[in-house]
Nanobody, 115 residues
Framework: QVQLVESGGGLVQAGGSLRLSCTAS????????MGWYRQAPGKQRELVAA???????MYADSVKGRFTISRDNAKNMVDLQMNSLKPEDTAVYYC?????????WGQGTQVTVSS
């Protein structure tokens, strides 16, 4: 059974940084895209950043220039470096791995940015 485990969330002041990590336990064959999503209270879950197996990245406009996504294929791990955090970045952050016809989600980690 595959599980994704996130770590690195927490409370930080505006302007600060956090680094989120997500690793997979269990065997996943040929992970294509790894991504980070977030969901703020009362809002829909949104894509924050994604990275393909070839290393191509995409970012939501709201985080461009502040967040960086990276992956380690050997470790089935994806990280999200978040700099210059803003109160509007406050949300539960989820990682997702896409492999073949399957999507795997983490349980979420809370990120709170105080003003």
């Amino acid at each position: 059974q595959v599980q994704l485990v996130e770590s690195g969330g927490g409370l930080v002041q505006a302007g600060g940084s956090l680094r989120l990590s997500c690793t997979a336990s269990g065997s996943i064959f040929r992970i294509n895209t790894m991504g980070w999503y977030r969901q703020a209270p009362g809002k829909q879950r949104e894509l924050v950043a994604a990275i393909t197996s070839g290393g191509s990245t995409m970012y939501a406009d709201s985080v461009k220039g502040r967040f960086t996504i990276s992956r380690d294929n050997a470790k089935n791990m994806v990280d999200l470096q978040m700099n210059s955090l803003k109160p509007e970045d406050t949300a539960v952050y989820y990682c997702k791995f896409h492999s073949g016809y399957n999507d795997y989600w983490g349980q979420g980690t809370q990120v709170t940015v105080s003003s």
